[in-house]
């Protein structure tokens, strides 16, 4: 049982990402004023409706990319939870000083994918755009199950379905290019610095990891 509880604790971290929901619905307003992102290249890309099937699937793949990865390789699991809790306080921090929007479309008709994309809307307010979340959170999935040694099986799909979610997020307009562009470059300079200083430093030993918790 101690056994048990002690591979299962490391999933507590997977709380952050809806326990973030607190600060992200606090500070979704326009009461600090807003800016607009949009580009010509933004206006230029039509809403594509299907597009809502990968956004909506969000949550289901980061619960089996992060699950997945805690059992999978316990090192770069911690190392993509820390950057993900970084990236979380720089976006919060960037929402509170400089709020973002972005200019939905009239979503017209009666079909299933119409009104997913209405409960979208209707369920999120247009600001706490840049950086995306969704796109942050996404990224770092992807980069976490790359960075294991899984199989082209699991790999294949979870970049597939990664990028998918990533242009998803343009493409039923909840967010810009530069939403998308600095999310991910966000996550790249944290998770790198975390690498470089873990190299420098010879932080490893921080992670208290048996060797069969590395990488499994």
């Known amino acids: ?45 039509p809403l594509i409706k299907i597009f809502i099937i990968p956004y909506m699937t969000l949550w289901f793949f980061l619960a089996f990319c992060f699950v997945y990865l805690c059992f999978k390789n316990r090192k770069v699991y911690y190392k993509i939870m820390i950057t993900l809790f970084l990236c979380y306080v720089v976006a919060f921090i960037t929402y509170y000083f400089f709020q973002t929007t972005v200019i939905r479309p009239i979503v017209t008709g009666n079909d299933i994918l ?74 790249s300079g944290i998770y790198n610095l975390l690498i470089y200083l873990e190299q420098k430093y010879n932080m490893s030993k921080i992670y208290n990891l048996d060797k069969q918790e590395i990488e499994q």
């Open 1 to 45: 049982m101690k056994n048990l509880f002690k591979k299962l604790l490391p999933l507590v971290l997977i709380g952050c990402v809806p326990f973030s929901n607190l600060f992200y619905w606090t500070l979704n307003s326009t009461h600090r004023g807003v800016y607009d992102l949009t580009t010509d290249l933004d206006r230029s890309m």
């Open 114 to 187: 119409s009104k997913m994309i209405l409960f979208t809307y209707n369920s999120d307010e247009p600001y706490n755009c840049f950086p995306s979340i969704h796109v942050i959170t996404a990224y770092l999935a992807v980069k976490g199950i790359n960075a294991t040694n899984a199989r082209k099986s699991i790999k294949i799909p979870v970049n597939i379905i990664g990028f998918l979610i990533i242009i998803s997020t343009e493409f039923v307009k909840q967010h810009v290019i530069m939403d998308i562009f600095f999310a991910m470059f966000l996550c």
